[in-house]
């Protein structure tokens, strides 16, 4: 009943920024939280940050101080902005929703995916 839609991956030398986007489309009464996972190869799939409708947030302890989550409800899209970029970072980032976002609880919407690789 919700479709995600991811843009604004790429190649990013380290200390750079990227900014990603979502938009959702569909039965968006039914998210009250947005935000971002990321899956490094060899690595469990990690919730990077999350915000509710009323503008709340929460960042996993590896980006606090460099990303920043931010939803335009008016919208229905979030958005990373992602400053002072690691090799570390390197992951696929994925859109979720869900009427809320629980670390280790898969949500109920994803989007497809983004690559975004940190690399000299």
């Known amino acids: 009943q919700v479709q995600l839609v991811e843009s604004g991956g790429g190649l990013v030398q380290p200390g750079g920024s990227l900014r990603l986007s979502c938009a959702a489309s569909?039965?968006?009464?039914?998210?009250?939280?947005m935000g971002w996972y990321r899956q490094a190869p060899g690595k469990q799939r990690e919730l990077v940050a999350v915000?509710?409708?009323?503008?709340?947030?929460n960042y996993a302890d590896s980006v606090k101080g460099r990303f920043t989550i931010s939803r335009d409800n008016a919208k229905n899209t979030v958005y990373l902005q992602m400053t002072g970029l690691k090799p570390e970072d390197t992951a696929v980032y994925y859109c979720?929703?869900?009427?809320?976002?629980?670390?280790?609880?898969?949500?109920?919407?994803w989007g497809q995916g983004t690559q975004v690789t940190v690399s000299s």
């Open positions: 979720a929703a869900d009427w809320s976002l629980i670390a280790g609880h898969p949500p109920a919407y």
């Open positions: 569909g039965s968006i009464f039914s998210i009250n939280a």
């Open positions: 915000i509710i409708r009323s503008g709340s947030t």
